[in-house]
């Protein structure tokens, strides 16, 4: 797959952790910065990547900030984009059999770097169950609108 990552100066050091990881797994790796640890505001690099997902240029994206709060909500204001916070596999796996999410993000000051690659591969590795979820993706589709 293509995936598209990006963090702001919080989660400069874990985003090369994750982007070697997933090029470990085969996956290519499209780096939208940030590229140091100068401040920067979070919401540029969530709709970066958020416009690669939505786009179809990427196929899935990762985000990263101090809590991965306000980079997944942000990411979130994104028509199309269903983006999660995650510090554990088991609601990476879920939201993705279940809420088909297409944004992955992290606390780089809440997880450390082995947890997070085990939370990826759990989320990388999970496939949408569609059915009554896909109703419920639909509905989330139609909020959109509002
Ligand atoms: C930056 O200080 C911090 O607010 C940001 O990385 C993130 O945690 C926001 O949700």
């Not at 269903?82 to 992290?106: D, M, Q």
């Not at 085990?118 to 496939?127: D, F």
Request: charged content about 25%.
């Amino acid at each position: 797959m293509k995936l598209a990552i990006g963090c702001d100066h919080v989660g400069i050091e874990l985003k090369p952790v994750i982007t070697e990881y997933l090029e470990e797994l085969g996956h290519e790796v499209q780096d939208f910065g940030t590229q140091s640890d100068s401040r920067v505001d979070y919401p540029n690099y969530a709709q970066a990547v958020a416009k690669a997902v939505v786009s179809g240029n990427c196929d899935l994206g990762i985000l990263i900030c101090g809590t991965g709060v306000g980079i997944s909500i942000a990411a979130n204001k994104m028509n199309g984009i269903r983006a999660v916070v995650c510090s554990e596999p088991y609601t990476a796996k879920l939201s993705k059999e279940h809420n088909n999410t297409n944004i992955l993000a992290f606390g780089s000051r809440v997880i450390g770097s082995e947890l997070a690659k085990m939370i990826t591969k759990e989320w990388l590795e999970a496939e949408f169950e569609g059915g009554r979820h896909q109703n419920r993706i639909n509905q989330i589709t139609e909020l959109e609108k509002l």
